[in-house]
């Protein structure tokens, strides 16, 4: 986004009506005046200086702000909705202060997450946190085998780097493959898999199967991301260069969090790109992170990365039938990589 007054680009952003609705399920309103002021009375009261430019704005879990202050300090602001812990997201207080504690101290470990400017405070009926807006590096196309290496190695990293915390108060545990229906509930408002039901039994009947032997077979808990996708990642000389959204970070089944990574690590819209891996690819995403692991995997255990991979990619086409039921994006979605998939499931083990 090139620069430009925050509530400008507000403004620009509430012209999308997808935008509109989720900016009301996160901050009870879409009224640009009012989230503009509400926003500047936050970062004075905590930086001493109102927004001068917006560098960011989206929504989707949460409302993200990158913003440029009048004081020159750049940052980057995402509020939350607080959400039952039976949900995907988990959103409570204490988990966002577990969550910043152990993302602060990545940074300080050299690990590549943004630094913590302000821990979890209250934003309107939500909690905001900010962090400092770091954007080294470029985006880069995930289906270059570099580029793969890098992001498998990068988690691997990660979930040697927060076992210490694991025990931290406050954390949640991952709520994938538990809820008592098929899907837990969506992580946010665009999305109602009841009401698009119609014509989605194909997807509902691999995600059944895949999600049988996800829960039949045991695993290990680490503290991993859950989010491990291309749109959080920049990159510098084939190496990552940072990782955002630390609000994904969960207490989860490994081998859930690699079959997460294996289906989406390709997926984003800021570059143009295909968004969903092969079936080569996605297995050799997980046999990078086993490698720099250091320790192989069981038959069993790659059966459940295979079937957790497959879950996931069968949420994904769930949630792009319940905004695209008649196809018309079809072409490069997770719906035309499951229905091409070749085997049980999307991994080959």
């Not at 090139?2 to 952003?13: I, K, Y």
């Not at 009012?34 to 926003?39: G, K, L």
């Not at 040697?160 to 108060?169: F, I, L, S």
């Not at 069993?300 to 695209?324: N, P, Q």
Request: proline content about 3%.
């Amino acid at each position: 986004m090139n620069r430009v007054l925050f509530h400008e680009a507000l403004q620009t952003a509430m012209e999308d009506k997808e935008n509109v609705i989720l900016c009301r399920s996160i901050l009870g309103t879409a009224d640009v005046g009012r989230i503009a002021e509400e926003t500047n009375r936050f970062c004075i009261r905590h930086f001493g200086s109102a927004a001068a430019t917006a560098l960011y704005v989206g929504f989707s879990v949460g409302a993200s702000f990158g913003l440029e202050l009048e004081n020159g300090l750049r940052l980057f602001m995402k509020v939350h909705q607080p959400t039952s812990a039976d949900t995907l997201t988990a959103i409570s207080k204490s988990y966002l202060c577990a969550m910043s504690s152990v993302q602060k101290s990545l940074a300080e470990q050299g690990f590549p997450c943004p630094g913590v400017l302000l821990g979890p405070t209250e934003f309107g009926t939500g909690i905001a946190t900010v962090d400092a807006f770091a954007a080294p590096g470029e985006l880069k196309d995930a289906h270059s085998p570099e580029i793969r290496r890098a992001i498998a190695r990068a988690l691997a990293r990660l979930i040697t780097a927060t076992e210490p915390h694991k025990g931290a108060e406050g954390l949640t545990h991952g709520r994938f493959c538990k809820s008592e229906s098929l899907y837990p509930v969506p992580h946010n408002a665009l999305f109602d898999f009841a009401k698009t039901s119609n014509g989605a039994a194909w997807i509902d009947a691999i995600a059944g199967q895949a999600k049988r032997t996800v829960n039949r077979i045991g695993g290990n808990t680490v503290l991993g991301h859950v989010d491990w996708s291309l749109k959080h990642f920049r990159f510098r000389d084939g190496e990552v260069a940072m990782v955002y959204d630390w609000d994904s970070l969960k207490l989860e089944d490994e081998l859930n969090v690699l079959g997460i990574a294996a289906a989406t690590y390709t997926t984003t819209w800021d570059i143009p790109v295909k968004i969903t891996p092969s079936q080569e690819e996605a297995h050799a995403f997980a046999l990078e992170y086993e490698q720099a692991r250091g320790t192989r995997f069981s038959r069993d255990e790659w059966t459940k990365i295979a079937a957790a991979a497959t879950y996931c990619m069968a949420y994904v086409a769930r949630c792009e039938h319940a905004l695209d039921a008649e196809g018309e994006r079809y072409e490069g979605s997770f719906r035309q990589a499951l229905a091409s998939m070749t085997g049980e499931y999307y991994l080959q083990v």
